[in-house]
């Protein structure tokens, strides 16, 4: 018999407050095609800022856990070119993002081109400052949940960035339920 896919949700708790769930719930029922009430499963174990780490199948939740969080510092990002990849639901299973992370070399993060396209790094959304607006990939590999919220909210735009509009941008942001949108201020990118 064959195991049924796993998917997870990274939800951030902080101070007992449960963040963005709305846009949680979304992509769970639009990756298992049901709604499974999310809310019913957290329970934040602390008032401590927390990653809660909630892994389901296209049956049920199977486990929630919660981490204290501490945000990664990223300053330099190195260019990934993997035609082949494919996340477009947020599967448990990592390998072959884990596979193009360990290509980073020196670098902090890398940046997924497919097809000649920037898509995502290995954990976040990422978004440009081109022409007066904050883009963001319309070929994303995964429909973050903080992307969501700021496309509805019309903070952000959906564009196919090129390798030359990365180039050429001043500004870099990545995005992702933990951070938000976090702009890095600072940042070299190896092509």
């Not at 429909?143 to 390798?163: C, M, N, P, V, Y």
Request: hydrophobic share 40%; with cysteine; net charge positive.
């Amino acid at each position: 018999m064959q195991e049924s896919i796993k998917y997870f949700e990274t939800i951030k708790c902080n101070d007992f407050e449960i963040f963005n769930l709305k846009y949680h719930q979304k992509r769970v029922a639009k990756t298992i095609g049901k709604n499974l009430n999310l809310q019913e499963y957290i329970n934040p174990i602390s008032n401590e800022l927390l990653r809660c780490k909630i892994i389901y199948n296209k049956d049920e939740i199977l486990s929630v856990d919660y981490f204290v969080y501490k945000k990664r510092e990223i300053r330099s990002f190195k260019i990934v070119i993997d035609d082949t990849l494919n996340y477009s639901k947020k599967y448990l299973n990592r390998e072959k993002l884990d596979e193009l992370f360990l290509k980073k070399d020196s670098c902090d993060e890398i940046i997924i081109v497919k097809n000649g396209i920037v898509t995502d790094t290995s954990i976040a959304n990422i978004a440009i400052f081109y022409d007066g607006f904050w883009i963001t990939s319309k070929n994303c590999l995964l429909e973050g949940t903080s992307r969501a919220r700021l496309l509805e909210q019309k903070e952000i735009f959906e564009k196919d960035i090129s390798l030359d509009m990365l180039k050429n941008s001043s500004k870099i942001a990545l995005m992702n339920a933990m951070i938000g949108f976090y702009e890095i201020k600072e940042f070299k990118i190896e092509f």
